[in-house]
Every structure is written in C-alpha cells, then in structure tokens.
C-alpha cells in the first residue's frame, strides 16, 4: 500500500463522485432520433479538466499553444493545408484546406499552391496576399512564434511570389521530403486577413505594413496584444473577420466559447449546427458530475468512472477511447539556475527514467487506457517510424539500477534520506557540494489521473534518495510558466514540468521532433541542446526514406531529452448517440462543422 498511496485518493474521489452524482436529481436523457440528418441545433462540448482557451490569432506564441485553442481556431480561419488521422493512418483533409494539394517542380525548390474560392465574412475574396501577410508576420516576429525552429518555416521560405489573386509559389532554400514539407511546414501556414488585419494600431488605417519588416513587427506585435485580451474576443471587429465555417459570438471570463455557424462560408465544409459550445469545468470531477446529470453532449469519462459505463449508455451516450498521434513526457528545465547542471547529466536522467513505473501507471492509474511511452514517437498507433530501441525500452523500471547510478557518481543521503552530491568530481561539471537531488515538478491540477500519476512518481522517486514536490496549477499556468528561458530570468525557477493528461504533444501527419527537440525551437520548453540530436533531426526533414526516423527515434530514446511518461488517451469519451459525424481524429482535430443531430 505504501507503494501506491494514490489509490486511498482515487477511492475518495470516487465516492465522492457517486455521492454527488446520486443527489444530482433529474436528468437530461440523450440518445434516441429517428436516425435521419437535421440541420440547425446546439452541441455542448467539455474542454479538458482546468483548461480554458486563451488564444484567437492563428500565430501563437509560447505558452499559448494548447490543442483546444488551435481547434477552435481552426473553425474560424481556415489552414492552408489540415490532416485528418480518424480512418487509421493520417491523411490530407481535402475540405478542411484553404488550398488544393501543392505541386512541387522537379529539383523540389519551388511549391506552387492554389487557393480554394473561400471568402471573408467581409466579402472579400482569401487571396494570394493573405498568405503573403501571414508569412511577413511570421518573418517579423519568428523570435515570439511557439512554432519557431531555426532554419525552418519561415527561414526555409527564399522568396514569394503571387502569380495572381489565388496561385502564388514558393522558393525554398533546399530540396525536402515533399512529404513532410507539406504536413510540417506548409500545414503552419494559416492565410490571414490582410484588408482588415494590417494595421499597427486599433484606430489606426490599415494599409501594407506588413511589406516593410518594421511594420511588420509592430502589425505583429499589434495583433500578439489584441490577442491577449480575452475579455474582447466575442466583440472585438478583428476577430470577427473570418473564412471558415465558423464564427467566434461568445467568449466568457471563464473560457466558455461558443461557436455559430459563419452564414458568409463559401467553402465545402459548411457547418451543419447551428451552435457549438465549449464548456470549461475547473475539474474532471466536475465535469463528470455535469455529464451524469446530462448536461453535455459530447464529454469524458474520468477512468475513476470507467466503471459507471452501463449507467450512461442507459443515458443516451456512447462510450468510446479517443486515442492520439501523441506521445507524454516531462520536460527538465536545463537553464534551471539550481538543477539545469544535474539535469544535464545523463546518468541523473537515466536513474530518473528507471524510476517510472510505467505499467503501473497505465494499468492502475490509468485503468489500461493509457499506454507506455519509451522515446519521441509514438508507438500505440501506427509503429512504421518507430526504431527497435524505442520498442524495447533501455531503461526499464529498475530501482536499483537508478540507485547505483547516482551512487556511482558520488551522491550520498542526508539526514534525511534526499541524496546530495558528496563527490563534485563524480556528480558533473558544474555541481557544487551538497547539492541535493530535491525537484519540483510543475503539473496540471483538476485530473485524477495526473493527482495519481504525480504520486506515484513521488512514491518511487522517494525510494531512491529523490525529493519530489509537486505544484499543481490550472493548465494554462503550466503552460505559461514552463517555457523556455535563460537561466538568469526569473521565469526560470521551474524545474520539471507536465501538461500530458490529454497527451503532451500531438504530432502533424509525419512525427519529426523539430519543434519539440531541436536547439532553440519554440516548444522546446526545457532547451534541450544536442548536436547529433540536431542533425538526426535534420535528416528526417530532407529525406523521404524512413531510415532517419528509426535513427532519431532511437537516439532520443537513449538520450532522454524529457521523461518520457505513459501516454493516455486524448479522452474516453462520452458522446449523445444522436450526434453523429464525429471523427475522434488521433492528431487532435475536431471539426465540429461535421457533427450533426438526427433528433
């Protein structure tokens, strides 16, 4: 029992639950329909426990870059080019694109895309220009811009040219894998509305800025700081300017969004509902009791109520695992002023890593919805890019192995049993005397799972001489505060950090770690640095043979640029049998213009 403390909690919270759930009093009955499509209606939609969208501009920068913003956002601006894995493998999402499918001359330096006729709510036609104004932000503030990685999209973009109102090509600095080049990079562009948008101030004429990198640095940061201002998305004009099938009509203090369907939409995706809301709740507790009581269409189930299954499908909802392109991890802050020198050591990151139970966690914790997680690809889903070494794990739950790796490089027990360096010599470069093996992991609060899998990590970190604290904090906080950082900032204070009980990161089409791993990239939140790790990365940019993935994905399993945690499902869900047209994409979409009722 002392091993697994967190099982006394997840009965608590259980009880807790069925007691609240009991005295909930009527309920909404779901279900039922004559089976035949209707238009028009509402859907109410559960965001992830503690996590409320805060962020509208297709361009985000870090710390704002959690998937439900993109979602939404995906609804009202239509990318360029959008991926869709629900049919087993992930493929181009033709309707869900501004563009038709791009043609690469023979040496695959130039791209030449076409636009689809869409339109703006203004009744101006998406041209040529949107993506030109999109592109010279990005330029100007690539430095600000979450999906920054030096070298790539835009710095890989040599020049632009528009060939008229809707065909415009693109030089590239090199020949890539056409492939990844489309999922990776040309899907980052989102065209933007440059008649409405390019302006440098509120009040101020809208004009072409954006043409001079000056004034595209002010329309950029003009832009970053409307954007910042929750309290106006439902009213302010900018965001009221849109292509895709979806218009933004509400956004409350507490991140409540609501959705309606963009009657000015030209495109093929047309909106079905007439509504959709997405419904925030400060605990998965909480939105379970919500769900009981049927006041959501399409929830989640917490695997704590796996168990009440029969109840709600007696209810109307059918249950069912939404599973991602994703994997889980924790990062390590390496410009940490206290633990960045430790941290930087692999053999401190190899203990760590044989300490993580993970078939506990997926099986206990996570009831068998979550799966193990052993390096940078995902590995529950389609396995063609995963390495052997990934698939056998080399740093299994081993206790004793982690003991004698700090052990051998000079860490003793204090006083109280936390281990300190008594060797500077074996600890590392860089490690002073009696520095002491205490972290803090900064985490998600609202989640069961997340509770339990944090103190089950404190649990068998503690058996090995690690000091484990743990902050929880609502999602976005996470998010903000675990950014990349020098180590003279003071942004730097955290150490460790976990945003994952959705998934950490969802990959597009093909599953490179550009964005995540690279030197300097714009989610690498914990700067991880390594040269080879730059170049194996590099390789899977430009080639279109699968050799390369198989090598970085073995090199970052050995390597541990993370800890790599048990991956869970985006959700088990609970959905209204009568809404039909969802997807459960494995790459995060949503596509909520597809749902309708037949009721």
């Not at 997405?278 to 605990?283: A, D, K, P, W």
Request: some cysteine; charged content about 15%; overall charge negative.
């Amino acid at each position: 029992m002392a091993r697994h403390p967190w099982r006394t909690a997840l009965g608590v919270t259980l009880a807790s639950v069925l007691a609240l759930s009991g005295c909930a009093g009527s309920q909404e009955q779901h279900g039922g329909g004559s089976g035949a499509p209707r238009t028009g209606g509402i859907a109410r939609f559960a965001l992830p426990p503690s996590a409320t969208p805060n962020w509208i501009m297709p361009i985000a920068i870090p710390g704002y870059g959690a998937n439900y913003n993109g979602v939404i956002r995906d609804t009202m601006f239509v990318p360029l080019y959008n991926y869709d894995g629900s049919s087993g493998s992930v493929t181009f999402d033709d309707p869900g694109s501004a563009a038709d499918a791009p043609r690469y001359s023979a040496d695959g330096k130039t791209v030449t895309i076409t636009l689809k006729p869409l339109t703006w709510s203004t009744g101006d036609p998406v041209t040529s220009r949107d993506v030109e104004f999109w592109l010279n932000l990005v330029r100007a503030g690539k430095d600000n811009w979450g999906k920054y990685s030096e070298g790539l999209m835009p710095d890989n973009i040599k020049a632009f040219h528009a060939i008229d109102d809707r065909t415009f090509t693109l030089t590239l600095d090199k020949a890539y894998n056409p492939d990844w080049f489309t999922a990776n990079q040309l899907r980052l562009i989102v065209p933007m509305p440059q008649r409405a948008w390019d302006r440098t101030s509120a009040d101020g004429p809208v004009g072409d800025h954006d043409r001079d990198p000056a004034g595209a640095k002010q329309v950029f940061d003009f832009l970053v700081g409307q954007a910042k201002k929750l309290g106006t998305y439902a009213t302010n004009p900018l965001w009221k300017v849109a292509d895709g099938p979806f218009t933004l009509t509400g956004f409350t203090a507490g991140g409540e969004v609501t959705l309606t369907k963009n009657p000015k939409y030209t495109g093929p995706d047309t909106a079905k509902l007439d509504t959709v809301k997405f419904l925030t709740f400060t605990s998965s507790s909480a939105e379970y009791n919500v769900l009981r009581a049927g006041g959501v269409d399409y929830g989640y189930v917490p695997t704590s109520n796996l168990g009440q299954q029969p109840k709600l499908e007696s209810q109307g909802y059918r249950v069912v695992p939404w599973n991602g392109w994703s994997i889980t991890y924790s990062p390590y802050n390496f410009n940490n002023p206290r633990l960045g020198k430790v941290f930087s050591q692999l053999y401190v990151r190899q203990a760590l890593q044989h300490a993580v139970d993970q078939d506990a966690i997926t099986s206990v914790i996570w009831r068998g919805s979550a799966r193990v997680g052993y390096g940078p690809v995902p590995q529950d889903n389609d396995t063609k890019y995963l390495s052997q070494r990934q698939k056998t794990n080399p740093y299994p739950f081993d206790l004793d192995a982690a003991r004698k790796l700090l052990a051998g490089h000079g860490w003793k027990p204090g006083s109280d049993g936390v281990l300190a360096c008594a060797a500077p010599e074996l600890c590392g470069e860089g490690i002073a005397a009696g520095t002491r093996l205490s972290l803090t992991m900064l985490t998600e609060s609202g989640s069961d799972e997340t509770d339990g899998t944090m103190q089950e990590l404190r649990s068998q970190f503690s058996r090995i001489g690690v000091e484990l604290k743990v902050n929880s904090q609502p999602l976005n906080t996470v998010l903000a505060n675990g950014t990349a950082c020098e180590p003279s900032d003071a942004s730097c204070s955290w150490q460790l950090s976990y945003f994952g009980t959705q998934g950490s990161w969802y990959f597009p089409a093909n599953p490179s770690g550009e964005q995540l791993f690279a030197t300097g990239a714009g989610t690498n939140f914990g700067s991880y640095s390594d040269k080879h790790a730059d170049e194996l990365m590099n390789a899977t940019t430009l080639s279109a043979s699968d050799q390369p993935m198989f090598d970085y994905s073995a090199y970052l399993t050995e390597q541990l640029p993370v800890l790599w945690l048990p991956n869970p499902p985006y959700q088990v869900s609970a959905i209204d049998t009568a809404l039909h047209g969802v997807s459960q994409d494995p790459i995060g979409g949503l596509t909520p213009q597809r749902w309708f009722w037949t009721r």
